[in-house]
Every structure is written in C-alpha cells, then in structure tokens.
C-alpha cells in the first residue's frame, strides 16, 4: 500500500508540477489559530509540515524561532500538537502531515510512545533535524515498521558515497538543504545552481522524491519548480509576526499567501 505522501508526489508528478510543502509551527500564534491554519492553507498546499517548538533549535532561521517562541509562551505541549493533527486528521484525512522537529523530545517522550501518538493521530512522516544518517537508521526503521515516513536529509556538502547510501536507505521522501544556512537565510546561491545541485542528486536515482527546502520564497519558487517538491517555511513564519505586528487575521493572510505561491508553481 503507497504512503499518502507517494500518492501526492504521483499526482503532482501526472500534472508536471512541484508539491507544494508548507511549514508553520504547531500552537502559532495559538493553538486554535494553528489548526485554523492548517485547515485554511491545506486547501492550496500539497502536504503540510508542522513543526513541534523547540527553545535550542540548530537549523531553524530567526522567523521559524519567533514562532516557536511564541507557541512556546502560549504553553503548546507534545500532546496538544498530536491533538492538533487529530483534529486536522478528522476532516482532511487524505492531506499528508510531516511533523518536523528535534530528537530530545521524541527521546524525552520515548520512541515508542512517541510513534504510537504519530499513528494515532494520523502523522505521515517525520523529519528530526538532528539525528542524521546513519545514526537514524535504528529509528527509521521503526518509523517505517509503524508506515511513517522518516525523512531523510541531504545538503550540498554531502558527498557522492554519503548521498548514495542516504538515498538506498530512504523512505518516500528526501529534503535537499539549498544552502549552508539556517531556514530562511538570505539565498547565498543561484536557483540555477541549486538546481544543478538538485539534479545532481535526481540522477543517483531518479525515482526518489527528492524536495528543496531553505530559501523558498515568492522571488525563487517559479524558478524552481522542475524540482519534485518545495518547501515554504519562513515566509510563512513572517508572515503570521507581520499580521500580529498589524493587528491583522494571520488565517486569511497565511490564506492568501499560500494561494500565491500555488499559482507560481502551476
């Protein structure tokens, strides 16, 4: 039986479009808000990812980190985002969610435990920024055993002989770090020479799903969508500070945004 994440890359694959991969925070600006997001922007998004607040991330750029800060303050816990998925779950049981977050938690929470909640409330997949090949094999492999993707991770220093071992070792989706920066850095490189990077990968074995995130934004998507999927994180993030900052819906602006970046992908 294919993932719902496979089958979204097979259709977007049919129409000769990238998947449109969203990030928010669970719990920003609160948790009602949250699943109020989550249920506004899947109507344009491909797949959702929803990340678990962390107050020590390694990866994530200043807006993701406001994000969780302020999810933080508002007092989200591991199982109000399970409960958010739940809810979500319930009336978009079709859309893929990928919760994307750090490893002390799961650990803190138990391995097991935690991927019983995952299949109980209907998560997709996994990406856990700090645990990487192959000291993840262990628990990707009980990620795969519970049919929950564990996503693997690539960037441009990974070498040949790394990226073909990674590849044989993953499940129905890789991400390709753009660039040597946190999320949301200003983009240091061309499209054109992600792209190059990208395709580079692509050959090893082009039947994977292979994704790009980290400096996606309105300015760089059109540029490249030959790629299998994008990923749209920080803007996102901005854009829910932008709309508090001005008193304004962070819903219907998130709405519109995600409306946007759809069309520049079509």
Same mark, same amino acid.
């Given at each position: 039986?294919?993932?719902?994440?496979?089958?979204?890359?097979?259709?977007?694959? &049919?129409?000769?479009?990238?998947?449109?991969?969203?990030?928010?925070?669970?719990?920003?600006?609160?948790?009602?808000?949250?699943?109020?997001?989550? !249920?506004?922007?899947?109507?344009?998004?491909?797949?959702?990812e929803l990340g678990f607040?962390?107050?020590?991330?390694?990866?994530?750029?200043?807006? $993701?980190?406001?994000?969780?800060?302020?999810?933080?303050?508002?007092?989200?816990?591991l199982k109000d985002v399970?409960? $958010?998925? &739940?809810? @979500?779950?319930?009336?978009?049981?079709?859309? =893929?969610? #990928?919760?994307?977050?750090?490893? !002390?938690?799961?650990?803190?929470?138990?391995?097991? !435990?935690?991927?019983?909640?995952? *299949?109980?409330?209907?998560?997709?997949?996994?990406?856990?920024?700090?645990?990487?090949?192959?000291?993840? *094999?262990?628990?990707?492999?009980?990620?795969?055993? &519970?049919?929950?993707?564990?996503?693997?991770?690539?960037?441009?220093?990974?070498?040949?002989?790394?990226?073909? %071992? #990674?590849? *044989?070792?993953?499940?129905?989706?890789?991400?390709?770090?753009?660039?040597?920066? +946190? +999320?949301?850095?200003?983009?240091?490189?061309? =499209?054109?020479? $992600?792209? *190059?990077?990208?395709?580079?990968? %692509?050959?090893?074995?082009?039947?994977?799903?292979?994704?790009?995130? @980290?400096?996606?934004?309105?300015?760089?998507?059109?540029?490249? &969508?030959?790629?299998?999927?994008?990923?749209?994180?920080?803007?996102?993030?901005?854009?829910?500070?932008?709309?508090?900052?001005?008193?304004?819906? =962070?819903?219907?602006?998130?709405?519109?945004?995600?409306?946007?970046?759809?069309?520049?992908?079509?």
């Amino acid at each position: 039986m294919r993932s719902k994440i496979a089958e979204v890359f097979d259709n977007c694959k &049919k129409i000769k479009r990238p998947a449109l991969i969203t990030y928010t925070v669970a719990g920003d600006n609160t948790k009602n808000n949250s699943l109020k997001i989550l !249920n506004k922007i899947s109507k344009h998004a491909d797949i959702l990812e929803l990340g678990f607040a962390h107050n020590t991330p390694i990866a994530d750029g200043g807006q $993701i980190q406001e994000s969780s800060h302020r999810a933080i303050k508002n007092g989200i816990k591991l199982k109000d985002v399970f409960q $958010i998925v &739940k809810k @979500f779950k319930k009336n978009n049981p079709n859309k =893929p969610i #990928i919760l994307m977050g750090y490893f !002390n938690l799961i650990y803190q929470n138990g391995e097991n !435990n935690f991927l019983k909640n995952c *299949k109980a409330s209907g998560v997709d997949g996994l990406i856990v920024v700090d645990l990487p090949y192959p000291e993840n *094999k262990i628990f990707a492999n009980k990620c795969k055993k &519970k049919s929950i993707n564990f996503i693997q991770l690539l960037s441009p220093t990974t070498s040949k002989e790394r990226i073909k %071992k #990674i590849i *044989k070792d993953s499940h129905d989706m890789i991400y390709y770090i753009s660039m040597l920066s +946190t +999320t949301g850095g200003k983009l240091k490189v061309s =499209p054109k020479n $992600i792209l *190059k990077n990208y395709n580079r990968i %692509k050959r090893i074995n082009p039947k994977k799903n292979l994704v790009i995130g @980290f400096g996606i934004t309105n300015k760089t998507i059109s540029s490249l &969508k030959s790629a299998n999927g994008l990923v749209v994180g920080s803007l996102l993030c901005k854009t829910i500070t932008n709309s508090l900052k001005m008193r304004q819906n =962070p819903v219907t602006n998130l709405d519109k945004v995600v409306y946007n970046l759809k069309n520049k992908i079509l």
